[in-house]
C-alpha cells in the first residue's frame, strides 16, 4: 500500500512519517481503513485473512503503532535492545531507561524512525544532551533561524 500525504504530514519515500504533526492521528486512522478495504496489511502490504483488522501480525500492528505513537516506539525499541544501553552496554530495568534518537530531530532526525532509536541508560542519556546542547552552543551553524 502507498501512503499519501496529508498537507500537515511529511512522509518518507518508504512511508514513513518524517515530522510530527497534529494530523497523525486522522492520517494512521485513514491509512488502517484503506488497509482493510484493499485487504492488505496496511504496514507490510500483505493480504488480509479478513477485513476485521488492517495488520496481518502483531509485529505488524507494534511497527505500524511505532510509527504513529511514542508509546509503541519506545516499548519496540527497548525489546529490540534487549533492555542494554547502546552506549555502556549496560542492561537496566525498563524504568532506568530512556530511548533516544541517536540523530537529534533538532538537527534532522526522523522523530518515530525505528533505525533513528536507541535504548540508553539515564546517565548516559544525560551526557549525550549535556555534549549536544554544548555543541549547539559552541557552533553557530547548527542554531535555528
Excluded at 510530527?20 to 486522522?26: G, T, V
Amino acid at each position: 500500500m502507498v501512503a499519501r500525504s496529508s498537507p500537515s504530514v511529511q512522509i518518507a519515500p518508504n512511508g514513513r512519517i518524517l515530522a510530527l504533526s497534529s494530523a497523525w492521528f486522522a492520517d494512521g486512522a485513514r491509512r488502517r481503513r484503506e488497509a482493510r478495504q484493499a485487504g492488505r496489511c496496511v504496514e507490510c502490504g500483505l493480504a488480509l485473512a479478513s477485513h476485521r483488522t488492517p495488520y496481518c501480525s502483531r509485529r505488524c500492528r507494534w511497527k505500524f503503532h511505532g510509527h504513529y505513537f511514542w508509546d509503541s516506539a519506545r516499548s519496540y525499541t527497548m525489546l529490540r535492545d534487549r533492555y542494554t544501553c547502546r552506549i555502556c552496554g549496560r542492561r537496566r530495568r525498563a524504568r532506568e531507561l530512556d530511548v533516544d534518537h541517536i540523530v537529534e530531530i533538532a538537527r534532522g532526525g526522523a522523530a518515530l524512525e525505528y533505525s533513528n532509536l536507541q535504548t540508553v541508560c539515564r546517565e548516559c542519556h544525560r551526557s549525550k544532551t549535556v555534549a549536544f546542547l554544548r555543541s549547539r552552543s559552541t557552533d553557530p551553524g547548527d542554531a535555528p533561524e
